[in-house]
T-cell receptor, first 113, second 116 residues
């Protein structure tokens, strides 16, 4: 069964460093999403992406965040200058259309030290 | 503005008991979607169900059932004959057609512990 793949599963980075989280969505999917879950808290929407553009973003998704689809298979989330409070689980998801079911990846746990 | 309330922070039940997880939502949209996800200790999000606002039929899937009531803005989830493997955090979520069915707004979750 096709699935959304996220790498790495766990990443440790120093405060102030740039980090890129990678996702390979399901191949025929056109809509892509990033969510964040700070440890012990709820899952929060960050951004949705379609046709090489951001279609929706939350208040959390400020200028330190960016997303990109650098090639035909990857979808990345870049955090420019990480802060301690960026430590969280980051989930990628994808869907065929805007309103069909989204499938979540296993998540990348980011730890900023 | 949208809001999802899961008032039960933690629930413990003994194996084989039934348990109901409550979810109350708020939205101004007439077209919206409601979801339940399971998050086991391993951390991934496991999709359980999605319902749209026009479909108030209750649903049963094995030991799981969902009760959607627009009159009370609730979408409650019942596990019958609970098992230890049901121990997890369960999230209710809402999305609005206006912003896209997959722009989910999650509740704070209910941690279910099933005691053997």
């Amino acid at each position: 069964e096709p699935e959304v793949t996220q790498t790495p599963s766990h990443q440790v980075t120093q405060m102030g460093q740039e980090v890129i989280l990678r996702c390979v969505p399901i191949s025929n999917h056109l809509y892509f999403y990033w969510y964040r879950q700070i440890l012990g808290q709820k899952v929060e929407f960050l951004v949705s992406f379609y046709n090489n553009e951001i279609s929706e973003k939350s208040e959390i998704f400020d200028d330190q965040f960016s997303v990109e689809r650098p090639d035909g298979s990857n979808f990345t989330l870049k955090i420019r200058s990480t802060k301690l409070e960026d430590s969280a689980m980051y989930f990628c998801a994808s869907s065929v259309t805007r309103d069909t079911e989204a499938f979540f990846g296993q998540g990348t746990r980011l730890t900023v030290v | 503005a949208q809001k999802v309330t899961q008032a039960q922070t933690e629930i413990s039940v003994v194996e084989k008991e039934d348990v109901t997880l409550d979810c109350v939502y708020e939205t101004r949209d007439t077209t919206y979607y409601l979801f339940w996800y399971k998050q086991p200790p391993s951390g991934e999000l496991v999709f359980l169900i999605r319902r749209n606002s026009f479909d108030e039929q209750n649903e049963i899937s094995g030991r799981y059932s969902w009760n959607f009531q627009k009159s009370t803005s609730s979408f409650n989830f019942t596990i019958t004959a609970s098992q230890v493997v049901d121990s997890a955090v369960y999230f209710c979520a809402l999305s609005e057609a206006r912003t896209g069915a997959n722009n989910l707004f999650f509740g704070t979750g209910t941690r279910l512990t099933v005691i053997p």
